[in-house]
């Protein structure tokens, strides 16, 4: 399942996810939870295995699964536990790195996590202007971990190698990248030499416009893709971390329901919006 893009920001970044899935599996809400860590989440939790495919905390830490590695890998039923869960139980973890490198994920089928975090690093060593200071790109193939820091400064594209043989995902990245040249031009001050990054300005309107518009031509490929009978994209979340807020949009393109809610880095009461 799953594309997702980053767009930095200087007081943070903007994170969008298209969910794909059977449609069967029933529309979460999303949720304000506190995990046994006392961390404060917002969340869809996914009703059938109780986990999440996506999060952020009251402290702007955020992360995300695709499902798979690097290529399409054969299943070994039964699972010890879902992928969903084990992204909650991440944030159960004051580390990182330690989480990578000393949870159990034996039994666990393959997947990506991406993890974007905040406050860890000295002043001295972070990107100039922005709060955001790594961005963890962590797989799991069923037997070894791979980790990688990735630039924060730099628009991202994933795509989920379950789903989106190499090929594919080549041609889906492309729709981003002349996203990202033809929308640049547009916006005034727009500056930046530097290959793939993103203005400051870039509404967060603008990449969820690509998020259900993108398109290759083939409608089961498209950013909002359908595979009759298999799966289809259902959901779209947009998490919006500045230096005060974390912000987060579902968008559930099944049942055409809209729920938004934010957390302030102040306070532990969230701001709800239903629709």
Same mark, same amino acid.
Request: aromatic share 10%; glycine share 6%; charged share 25%.
């Given at each position: 399942?799953?594309?997702?893009?980053?767009? $930095?920001?200087?007081?943070? *970044?903007?994170?969008?996810?298209?969910?794909?899935?059977?449609?069967?599996?029933?529309?979460?809400?999303?949720? +304000?939870? /506190?995990?046994?860590?006392?961390?404060?989440?917002?969340?869809?939790?996914?009703?059938?295995?109780?986990?999440? =495919?996506?999060?952020?905390?009251?402290?702007?830490?955020?992360?995300?699964?695709?499902?798979?590695?690097?290529?399409?890998?054969?299943?070994?039923? $039964?699972?010890?536990?879902?992928?969903?869960? %084990?992204?909650?139980?991440? *944030?159960? =973890?004051?580390?990182?790195? !330690?989480? &990578? +490198? /000393?949870?159990? &994920?034996?039994?666990?089928?393959?997947? !990506?996590?991406?993890?974007?975090?905040?406050?860890?690093?000295?002043?001295?060593?972070?990107?100039?202007?922005?709060?955001?200071?790594? %961005?963890? +790109?962590?797989? =799991?193939?069923?037997?070894?971990?791979?980790?990688?820091?990735?630039?924060?400064? +730099?628009?991202?594209? @994933?795509?989920?190698?379950?789903?989106?043989?190499?090929?594919?995902?080549?041609?889906?990245?492309?729709? &981003?990248?002349? @996203?990202?040249?033809?929308?640049?031009?547009?916006?005034?001050?727009?500056?930046?030499?530097?290959?793939?990054?993103?203005?400051?300005?870039?509404?967060?309107?603008?990449? #969820?416009? #690509?998020?259900?518009?993108?398109?290759?031509?083939?409608?089961?490929?498209?950013?909002?893709?359908?595979?009759?009978? /298999?799966?289809?994209?259902?959901?779209?979340?947009?998490? %919006?971390?500045?230096?005060?807020?974390?912000?987060?949009?579902?968008?559930?393109?099944?049942?055409? /329901?809209?729920?938004?809610?934010? #957390?302030?880095?102040?306070?532990?009461?969230?701001?709800?919006?239903?629709?």
């Amino acid at each position: 399942m799953c594309t997702v893009t980053y767009l $930095p920001r200087p007081s943070g *970044f903007i994170l969008t996810h298209n969910r794909d899935e059977a449609p069967s599996r029933s529309s979460p809400t999303i949720v +304000q939870e /506190k995990t046994p860590g006392g961390e404060t989440l917002l969340f869809p939790r996914d009703s059938l295995a109780g986990g999440t =495919w996506i999060a952020t905390s009251r402290r702007g830490r955020t992360a995300c699964l695709l499902n798979g590695a690097f290529t399409l890998h054969k299943r070994v039923l $039964p699972y010890r536990s879902s992928r969903g869960l %084990i992204l909650l139980d991440f *944030f159960d =973890w004051e580390n990182p790195d !330690t989480f &990578f +490198q /000393k949870y159990d &994920f034996e039994g666990i089928e393959p997947f !990506t996590m991406l993890c974007f975090e905040q406050g860890q690093l000295p002043e001295s060593l972070k990107l100039s202007g922005s709060s955001l200071n790594r %961005i963890y +790109q962590f797989r =799991w193939d069923g037997q070894q971990r791979y980790l990688e820091n990735l630039p924060v400064d +730099q628009a991202h594209f @994933w795509c989920s190698a379950t789903l989106y043989p190499p090929e594919m995902q080549v041609r889906r990245e492309q729709v &981003f990248r002349e @996203w990202l040249t033809n929308y640049s031009p547009i916006l005034p001050a727009v500056a930046s030499a530097k290959e793939n990054t993103i203005s400051p300005i870039t509404s967060h309107q603008s990449i #969820l416009a #690509l998020h259900r518009n993108g398109r290759i031509g083939d409608p089961e490929n498209d950013y909002v893709m359908i595979r009759t009978g /298999k799966v289809q994209t259902v959901s779209i979340t947009q998490i %919006i971390v500045d230096e005060k807020n974390a912000r987060m949009r579902y968008f559930d393109l099944v049942g055409g /329901k809209r729920s938004e809610r934010r #957390l302030n880095s102040s306070q532990r009461a969230a701001i709800t919006v239903n629709r």
